[in-house]
Nanobody, 126 residues
Framework: QVELVESGGGLVQTGDSLRVSCAAS????????IAWFRQAPGTEREFVAA????????YYGDSVKGRFTFSRDNGKNTVYLQMTNLKPEDTAVYYCAAGRRVITSSLRSPGAYDFWGQGTQVTVSS
């Protein structure tokens, strides 16, 4: 069992940068696949980025590739999503998720993850 708490969201302007965090407790994140998803009102949850449990490979959604960076601090049991060149279409609630049995082909699927945080709101004004 792992508990996830996101933080760091806020209101920024187009072109700004922001880093959101996901702190874990109850279990070390090193044994999990970890992902970031986002959801805007009236839309489905969208894959943003993930790191695989085996090998630690990082994957990004097409809409954020080259702008967002996934990182982790094992000592703090925390993962981060560094977001640069933010756009209004990045506005959403950002969630982190963890799963022990996520295979590579399912990394982009919300249903593959067992544990979710409560989310943090990111709003990008134009």
């Amino acid at each position: 069992q792992v508990e996830l708490v996101e933080s760091g969201g806020g209101l920024v302007q187009t072109g700004d940068s922001l880093r959101v965090s996901c702190a874990a407790s109850g279990s070390t994140l090193s044994g999990y696949a970890i992902a970031w998803f986002r959801q805007a009102p009236g839309t489905e949850r969208e894959f943003v980025a993930a790191v695989s449990r085996v090998g630690g490979f990082t994957y990004y959604g097409d809409s954020v590739k080259g702008r967002f960076t996934f990182s982790r601090d094992n000592g703090k049991n925390t993962v981060y999503l560094q977001m640069t060149n933010l756009k209004p279409e990045d506005t959403a609630v950002y969630y982190c998720a963890a799963g022990r049995r996520v295979i590579t082909s399912s990394l982009r699927s919300p249903g593959a993850y067992d544990f979710w945080g409560q989310g943090t709101q990111v709003t990008v004004s134009s």
